[in-house]
């Protein structure tokens, strides 16, 4: 793990050598992001009727934001796997006595997804200062482990979601898109869907129930011990399944031309 770590930090030090695009990007980052937060106010009296209100999209954000930012910002290659098996450019990560998963994951940060982390966690101190009722401190650690889990559980899911491409070409296509609504969907709260039975099914399979919306109702509702099962016994297995699968599909890989490829 020390050896991964070294890669992890010289992949930040990668992104900071042009020190004028980081701050830009960062600042791009920020001002999208809070952008987001006063579109979300400007439509809040569509959803009235229901009772959401601000705090609820600032749940959401301080969950999609992170797990966001885990995929596409500290381990930003796990959302470019599938490109990297159709364009062969796989050939550099197994170049190395390492384990081609892990070096992929540890070999690149994105600093503009790295604020979504600084955001989501933002997002969380407002909720928890400003708006729950029970106790800070039970709030502050289940949201820390439902993190934790869901974290777990976007990984796999993204890893599971690329692998498909060892045996579809173009794959990456339809894979970035499924990403991309589930970021969209997560954003809402589920008391939108919850009316309509083929879209609550569709956001079933695009894993938002375990990743974003099982989350929301522990924190908002309040959780007991079965949902914290049901979030294990989804997350962890699973993960373990998606490092089964990427080394058993890997089989199936078509080389490129054997250059060294970033």
Same mark, same amino acid.
Do not use: E, Q, R
């Given at each position: 793990m020390k050896k991964y770590l070294s890669l992890l930090k010289f992949a930040l030090k990668e992104q900071m050598a042009y020190k004028w695009n980081f701050v830009i990007g960062i600042l791009t980052m920020l001002i999208n992001d809070t952008l987001f937060i006063f579109l979300f106010v400007i439509f809040l009296g569509y959803f009235s009727g229901i009772g959401i209100t601000l705090w609820d999209? /600032?749940?959401? *954000? &301080?969950l999609v934001a992170f797990y966001y930012g885990i995929t596409n910002g500290v381990f930003a290659n796990i959302s470019k796997i599938a490109f990297f098996i159709e364009d062969?450019?796989?050939?550099?990560?197994?170049?190395?006595?390492?384990?081609p998963l892990k070096f992929l994951a540890f070999r690149r940060i994105n600093v503009y997804g790295v604020w979504d982390l600084l955001f989501a966690i933002v997002a969380f101190i407002l909720y928890l200062l400003f708006y729950t009722t029970v106790a800070w401190r039970i709030v502050l650690l289940s949201w820390i482990g439902i993190i934790v889990l869901g974290t777990i559980f976007n990984i796999w899911f993204v890893i599971i979601l690329a692998?498909?491409?060892?045996? /579809?070409?173009? *794959? &990456?296509l339809v894979s970035q898109v499924v990403r991309e609504f589930s970021v969209s969907f997560g954003l809402y709260p589920p008391q939108i869907y919850q009316s309509n039975k083929v879209l609550f099914t569709i956001i079933w399979v695009l894993g938002l129930y375990p990743m974003v919306f099982?989350?929301?109702?522990?924190?908002?509702?309040?959780?007991?011990w079965t949902d914290w099962l049901v979030m294990i016994a989804i997350c962890i297995p699973t993960f373990f399944l998606?490092?089964?699968?990427f080394k058993k599909w890997l089989r199936k890989y078509n080389s490129g031309n054997l250059v060294m490829q970033m």
């Open positions: 999209f /600032l749940l959401l *954000w &301080s062969g450019k796989m050939d550099y990560y197994l170049s190395f006595p390492l384990h692998c498909i491409s060892f045996w /579809l070409d173009k *794959w &990456s099982l989350p929301y109702n522990m924190i908002t509702v309040w959780s007991v998606s490092l089964w699968v």
